[in-house]
């Protein structure tokens, strides 16, 4: 049974797949490290670490969310609490009525009865913004359906605004604005009106979900079966009073007598701007990630997993989320309890917290309102995300130590075994007795010991050629030379392979092999491979044989090989050739030439003086087109024939491409000596004539630029670009020519190039900014308008004379007159807003005469600056001539002032003709006529001659360029109105005042008139 079972394992032995001891050992640490890491991630699962983390960070931020809901909650119930407000305005209304001082049949219709009560009820209302955290309060006074109003009826009320509620009030109401309200109310109040203050709130009967509308018609239409605070409604959407930029949410309850007649609404504002500081979105996120949404839905519950909400007050810096198609947020829930939404491919985890607004049984009950907080999911699980990758790279970096441990063991113990292996194949190699190594282990060294003692019963005495192969399909000779006994082993055939008969008589010893072999390797050319080995070219008398002579020492033998590699050498020169040759001229190709050239360059003292030289094919096309392409192929084979025949040896010459030849001269001491060999070689193109089948003689003509070297560069991609550049010149102006490379007419050409591009990023950027000028009263000093000046930072591009000459030449006109425009108005509108200039004066925008706006860009200055188009003065340019189609469109454009000025008048298009037809309201004088004015009784006379032609028609005269005081001087003597010059005030980003000087001039020359 025992003998059963040994044999069995024998045969399992057997047949198990053989592998090597390096294998064995990493294959059982690997298992070993492989259950190991499964335990450690199946208890990293179990745990459920990152979960937790998960877990943990959503439920902080719906902490937070929920807080800060409370705090909103309490700041809307505040504000809604308008009760008794509501019943101190029905109880003077009431006395008012029973007085006979007002009439509800004519309250929302004339204004002294409505002023009397609207005066009456200012002191409640102010009362009221003051005692709540309110930016605004309004009262609108209606007694009619509104189904039956008209759209654009001015509707009687007061609306104040307090930007600031949480700073102490002024005592003097400096603090508050009037929106809306009457010119008897505002001087009743004596509180400043706004910028969009208007005496009266106009009806817009398609404004839903407004202040008056939806909460007058709920209560007028149900006669006021409620009470007033039922019918209380928030706006959903935000609003901007007409005129005003500020975005708004209001609470609003209609007035109701107490015999259920409805007279009008009371409510009040928040300001989005005011909510958004109750809203601070970095206590969700301290890198700002996170963002606050009071938000509403009518929705009862999610549509299929789907919650439309629509943003009414926005606090956050994502421009994803804050920018939400349409306002619209669609919630969906992730099936474990939390909500998301997914904006621009990036999904953002909410927390919905309820706002209380309504009563259950409210009529806007089914408005739901709602804080939401939201983040960015990567940025919210960022944390459990990263102790995610540090478990992993944990993992990673243990199994990768783990298995450069395991490999390094591995190899440590394999290491013996694989050296004796590697002795003992060695030795089966040379034929000797293996002399293994010690191993130090006692298994390995006992098994080594026993294979050397049975080698030893093995006798190698030498190594000698045994088989040669006479029917091989390569001619193979060989040698032996030993050098322990002196003999010499030597095929029949050796000798003959490499150009000797074989030698007769007595046998060669070593020495006498050695010297015949090294006069075989002097006579004939011998080269080495990379492998060290010998090539030998032999002379035979059927041709060329290439021999190939390998030798190895083994021991004390020499052991060498000669094989005819012939066929292989001629495959090799024929693919070489083919590689680095046209086919069609015998000439270099661009890749063999490139290389020959990277060769040459690369050995300076090679170089000496040298030319390249690229040349075009000047009729190629035109015989291909009339001749066929066997005739083209034909002049270009004339013309490699030329190029071969008349260049010196060692001349470059290749064909790049159909029709361009390179040829580098090299190795001069002169340019004179290279100039001649190029004059040889083109007129022997000249005087080569081929016979085409119309019988015409065809000469070879060639376009050529040279480059020299070093002269205009030592590179070779250098020399190329110039020489590719000299031959289009001649191309371009004279064929039939060879120039020389003029690196100042390549510079001109660079410049205007770069030029050119810079005027299409110029173009393509809107790539200018604009400084302003002030133009000045020469009356006052008072700034009454600013001229907008291009300027360009691009470094070709400097001047606006540039940029307007580039125009002309591109047609991009239109281009620049919509830049101009655009940009001059928006760079000024800025100002404005920021205060850095005057609000009243007028902006001077210079326009190209013959170029006008489309209808949709004229439109589009419109929407976006109609305050400014309303002041804008369009400055008729004096470089073109004016067309007059173009003038009607610019005078009829949306929104545009009218006002035209014509700019340099005396010089260019500006003259007489052009003031006719143009009939500006002002005339500017070029800085020509201004220049040295005080000293030229003829330049007075010319503007004495304008402003008596201009004032009467009520033009006013613009004087340009003053730059001295005896200049400002002059021509507000001569009755100049308006002032603009370097000596008043220079051009800037953001203009600055009228200097000190020419305020004093002014000031004395006014006071002299006075006088």
């Given at each position: 049974?025992?003998?059963?079972?040994?044999?069995?394992?024998?045969?399992?032995?057997?047949?198990?797949?053989?592998?090597t001891?390096?294998?064995n050992?990493?294959?059982?640490?690997?298992?070993?490290?492989?259950?190991?890491?499964?335990?450690?991630v199946?208890?990293?699962?179990?745990?459920?670490?990152?979960?937790?983390?998960?877990?943990?960070?959503?439920?902080?931020?719906?902490?937070?969310?929920?807080?800060?809901?409370?705090?909103?909650?309490?700041?809307?119930?505040?504000?809604?609490?308008?009760?008794?407000?509501?019943?101190?305005?029905?109880?003077?209304?009431?006395?008012?009525?029973?007085s006979?001082?007002?009439?509800?049949?004519?309250?929302?219709?004339s204004?002294?009865?409505?002023?009397?009560?609207?005066?009456?009820?200012?002191?409640?209302?102010?009362?009221?913004?003051?005692?709540k955290?309110?930016?605004?309060?309004f009262i609108?006074?209606?007694t009619?359906?509104l189904?039956?109003?008209?759209?654009?009826?001015?509707?009687?009320?007061i609306?104040?605004?307090?930007?600031?509620?949480?700073?102490?009030?002024s005592?003097?109401?400096?603090?508050?604005?009037?929106?809306?309200?009457?010119?008897?109310?505002?001087?009743?109040?004596?509180?400043?009106?706004?910028?969009?203050?208007?005496?009266?709130?106009?009806?817009?009967?398609n404004?839903?979900?407004?202040?008056?509308?939806?909460?007058?018609?709920?209560?007028?239409k149900?006669g006021?079966?409620?009470?007033?605070?039922?019918?209380?409604?928030?706006?959903?959407?935000?609003?901007?009073?007409?005129?005003?930029?500020r975005?708004?949410?209001?609470?609003?309850?209609p007035?109701?007598?107490?015999?259920?007649t409805?007279?009008?609404?009371?409510g009040?504002?928040?300001?989005?701007?005011y909510l958004?500081?109750?809203?601070?979105?970095?206590?969700l996120?301290?890198?700002?990630?996170?963002?606050?949404?009071?938000?509403?839905?009518?929705?009862?519950?999610?549509?299929?997993?789907?919650?439309?909400?629509?943003?009414?007050?926005?606090?956050?810096?994502?421009?994803?989320?804050?920018?939400?198609?349409l306002?619209?947020?669609?919630?969906?829930?992730?099936?474990?309890?939390?909500n998301w939404?997914?904006?621009?491919?990036?999904?953002?985890?909410?927390?919905?917290?309820?706002?209380q607004?309504?009563?259950?049984?409210?009529p806007?009950?089914?408005?739901?309102?709602?804080?939401?907080?939201t983040?960015?999911?990567?940025?919210?699980?960022?944390f459990?995300?990263?102790?995610?990758?540090?478990?992993?790279a944990?993992?990673?970096?243990?199994?990768?130590?783990?298995?450069?441990?395991?490999?390094?063991?591995?190899?440590?113990?394999?290491s013996?075994?694989?050296?004796?292996?590697?002795?003992v194949?060695?030795?089966?190699?040379?034929k000797?007795?293996?002399?293994?190594s010690?191993?130090?282990?006692?298994?390995?060294?006992?098994?080594?010991?026993?294979?050397?003692?049975?080698?030893?019963?093995?006798?190698?005495?030498?190594?000698?050629?045994?088989?040669?192969?006479?029917?091989?399909s390569?001619e193979?000779?060989?040698?032996?030379?030993?050098?322990?006994?002196?003999?010499?082993?030597v095929t029949?055939?050796?000798?003959?392979l490499?150009?000797?008969p074989?030698?007769?008589?007595?046998?060669?010893?070593?020495?006498?092999?050695?010297?015949?072999?090294?006069?075989?390797?002097?006579?004939?050319?011998?080269a080495r491979?990379?492998?060290?080995?010998?090539l030998?070219?032999?002379?035979?008398?059927?041709g060329?044989?290439y021999?190939?002579l390998?030798?190895t020492?083994?021991?004390?033998?020499?052991?060498?090989?000669?094989?005819?590699v012939?066929?292989?050498?001629?495959?090799r020169?024929r693919?070489?050739h083919?590689?680095?040759h046209?086919?069609l001229?015998?000439?270099?190709?661009r890749?063999?030439?490139?290389?020959?050239c990277?060769?040459?360059?690369?050995a300076?003292?090679?170089?000496?003086?040298?030319?390249?030289?690229?040349?075009?094919?000047?009729?190629?096309?035109?015989i291909?087109?009339t001749y066929?392409?066997?005739?083209?192929?034909?002049?270009i084979?004339?013309?490699?024939?030329?190029l071969?025949?008349?260049?010196?040896?060692?001349?470059?010459?290749?064909?790049?491409?159909?029709?361009?030849?390179?040829?580098?001269?090299?190795g001069?001491?002169?340019?004179?000596?290279?100039r001649?060999?190029?004059?040889?070689?083109?007129?022997?193109?000249?005087?080569?004539?081929?016979?085409?089948?119309?019988?015409n003689?065809?000469?070879?003509?060639l376009?050529?630029?040279?480059?020299?070297?070093?002269d205009?560069?030592?590179?070779?991609?250098?020399?190329?670009?110039?020489?590719?550049?000299?031959?289009?010149?001649?191309?371009?102006?004279?064929?039939?020519?060879?120039?020389?490379?003029?690196?100042?007419?390549?510079n001109?050409?660079?410049?205007?190039?770069?030029?050119r591009?810079?005027?299409?990023?110029?173009?393509?950027?809107?790539?200018?900014?604009?400084?302003?000028?002030?133009?000045f009263?020469?009356?006052?000093?008072r700034?009454v308008?600013?001229e907008?000046?291009?300027?360009?930072?691009?470094?070709?591009?400097?001047s606006?004379?540039?940029?307007?000459?580039?125009?002309?030449?591109?047609?991009?006109?239109?281009?620049?007159?919509?830049?101009?425009?655009?940009?001059?108005?928006?760079t000024?509108?800025?100002?404005c807003?920021?205060?850095?200039?005057?609000e009243?004066?007028?902006?001077?925008v210079?326009?190209?005469?013959?170029?006008c706006?489309?209808?949709?860009?004229?439109?589009?200055?419109?929407?976006?600056?109609?305050?400014?188009?309303?002041?804008?003065?369009?400055?008729?340019?004096?470089?073109?001539?004016?067309?007059?189609?173009?003038?009607?469109?610019?005078?009829?454009?949306?929104?545009f002032?009218?006002?035209?000025?014509?700019?340099?008048?005396?010089?260019?298009?500006?003259?007489?003709?052009?003031?006719?037809?143009?009939?500006?309201?002002f005339?500017?004088?070029?800085i020509?006529i201004?220049?040295?004015?005080?000293?030229?009784?003829?330049?007075?006379?010319?503007?004495?001659?304008?402003?008596?032609?201009?004032?009467?028609?009520?033009?006013?005269?613009?004087?340009?360029?003053?730059?001295?005081?005896?200049?400002?001087?002059?021509?507000?003597?001569?009755?100049t109105?308006?002032?603009?010059?370097?000596?008043?005030?220079?051009?800037?980003i953001?203009?600055?005042?009228?200097a000190?000087?020419?305020?004093?001039?002014?000031?004395?020359?006014?006071?002299?008139?006075?006088?």
């Open positions: 049974m025992f003998d059963a079972w040994k044999e069995r394992q024998r045969q399992r032995l057997k047949n198990r797949p053989e592998r001891v390096f294998y050992i990493f294959a059982t640490m690997m298992l070993v490290l492989a259950v190991e890491l499964l335990m450690a199946a208890s990293i699962l179990a745990v459920n670490v990152t979960g937790q983390l998960d877990e943990n960070a959503k439920d902080l931020l719906t902490m937070r969310v929920r807080n800060r809901a409370s705090y909103v909650q309490e700041i809307l119930r505040n504000a809604e609490d308008l009760e008794q407000l509501s019943e101190q305005i029905t109880a003077t209304t009431q006395q008012l009525l029973k006979g001082d007002i009439s509800l049949d004519t309250l929302d219709n204004s002294e009865q409505s002023d009397a009560l609207l005066v009456a009820l200012a002191p409640q209302l102010l009362d009221t913004l003051r005692t955290q309110v930016t605004g309060i609108m006074l209606n009619h359906d189904d039956t109003c008209e759209v654009g009826k001015k509707m009687p009320g609306y104040l605004r307090d930007l600031d509620p949480d700073a102490r009030p005592e003097r109401n400096s603090d508050l604005l009037l929106e809306r309200a009457s010119a008897t109310v505002v001087k009743e109040l004596a509180i400043g009106t706004d910028k969009g203050w208007q005496p009266a709130f106009p009806y817009q009967a404004t839903k979900g407004g202040i008056l509308r939806t909460v007058f018609q709920a209560a007028y149900s006021a079966s409620l009470s007033a605070e039922n019918y209380g409604h928030w706006t959903t959407n935000s609003y901007c009073l007409a005129g005003d930029d975005n708004a949410i209001a609470y609003s309850l007035l109701i007598l107490p015999d259920g409805v007279y009008g609404v009371v009040v504002e928040l300001l989005t701007d958004q500081t109750k809203l601070p979105f970095t206590e996120d301290e890198d700002k990630a996170g963002t606050y949404f009071i938000v509403t839905t009518t929705d009862d519950a999610l549509t299929d997993d789907v919650l439309s909400l629509r943003k009414t007050v926005t606090s956050g810096e994502d421009l994803v989320t804050a920018d939400a198609p306002g619209v947020l669609n919630c969906r829930s992730n099936g474990t309890g939390g939404v997914e904006l621009n491919d990036k999904r953002y985890y909410m927390v919905l917290e309820p706002l607004v309504y009563n259950r049984n409210a806007f009950a089914a408005e739901k309102w709602f804080l939401a907080g983040m960015e999911q990567s940025v919210l699980l960022a459990s995300d990263r102790v995610r990758e540090l478990l992993l944990t993992i990673v970096v243990t199994l990768v130590l783990s298995v450069l441990g395991s490999l390094l063991v591995s190899a440590r113990l394999a013996p075994i694989n050296h004796l292996y590697r002795e194949i060695d030795a089966q190699e040379k000797t007795f293996p002399h293994l010690r191993t130090a282990i006692r298994e390995v060294d006992r098994f080594a010991e026993t294979i050397t003692e049975l080698n030893k019963e093995l006798v190698t005495n030498s190594t000698k050629f045994l088989r040669i192969m006479d029917m091989a390569v193979i000779g060989g040698y032996e030379l030993r050098t322990d006994t002196g003999s010499v082993f029949d055939n050796f000798f003959p490499l150009g000797m074989k030698i007769q008589g007595k046998p060669l010893s070593v020495r006498r092999f050695e010297e015949v072999l090294k006069d075989i390797r002097e006579k004939n050319p011998c491979t990379a492998e060290g080995d010998e030998l070219t032999i002379q035979q008398p059927d060329v044989r021999i190939m390998r030798s020492i083994e021991g004390h033998a020499k052991i060498g090989l000669a094989e005819d012939t066929a292989a050498v001629l495959e020169k693919i070489e083919e590689r680095d046209d086919i001229t015998g000439l270099y190709n890749q063999a030439f490139n290389r020959v990277t060769e040459l360059f690369a300076p003292e090679r170089m000496g003086v040298a030319a390249l030289m690229m040349m075009d094919l000047d009729n190629l096309k035109h291909n087109d066929g392409h066997d005739w083209g192929d034909q002049y084979r004339r013309t490699g024939q030329c071969r025949d008349n260049t010196p040896a060692g001349t470059v010459c290749a064909r790049l491409s159909g029709d361009e030849f390179l040829v580098l001269f090299h001069y001491r002169s340019r004179d000596a290279v001649e060999k190029i004059d040889r070689l083109t007129n022997a193109m000249q005087q080569s004539v081929a016979l085409l089948p119309s019988g003689a065809l000469h070879i003509s376009s050529g630029g040279i480059a020299w070297y070093p205009d560069g030592q590179d070779w991609e250098t020399l190329k670009k110039y020489a590719d550049f000299a031959m289009y010149q001649v191309k371009h102006a004279d064929k039939g020519r060879v120039e020389e490379f003029d690196i100042g007419v390549y001109r050409e660079a410049y205007a190039e770069r030029t591009r810079e005027f299409r990023q110029l173009l393509s950027n809107a790539q200018v900014f604009y400084c302003f000028q002030p133009i009263s020469a009356r006052s000093g700034v308008a600013y907008a000046l291009m300027r360009s930072d691009l470094p070709t591009l400097r606006p004379a540039t940029i307007m000459k580039l125009a002309r030449e591109q047609g991009a006109l239109y281009e620049i007159e919509r830049i101009t425009f655009t940009k001059a108005l928006e000024f509108d800025s100002l807003r920021a205060g850095s200039v005057s009243e004066a007028m902006l001077f210079n326009s190209i005469a013959n170029t706006l489309s209808h949709e860009d004229g439109k589009y200055i419109n929407n976006h600056w109609h305050e400014l188009c309303h002041r804008m003065v369009v400055e008729i340019t004096e470089e073109e001539a004016i067309d007059y189609e173009a003038l009607e469109k610019k005078r009829n454009a949306p929104g002032s009218g006002m035209f000025a014509l700019d340099d008048y005396g010089s260019g298009y500006s003259n007489e003709n052009t003031l006719l037809q143009l009939a500006p309201r005339i500017k004088v070029d020509a201004i220049r040295g004015i005080d000293t030229s009784p003829d330049k007075q006379q010319i503007l004495r001659n304008v402003v008596a032609y201009a004032h009467p028609r009520s033009m006013k005269i613009v004087a340009e360029g003053v730059e001295t005081a005896a200049e400002l001087r002059t021509v507000i003597e001569l009755g109105d308006l002032l603009q010059g370097y000596f008043l005030a220079r051009p800037a953001v203009p600055g005042d009228i000190p000087e020419a305020v004093a001039i002014i000031r004395e020359l006014q006071r002299q008139k006075k006088d």
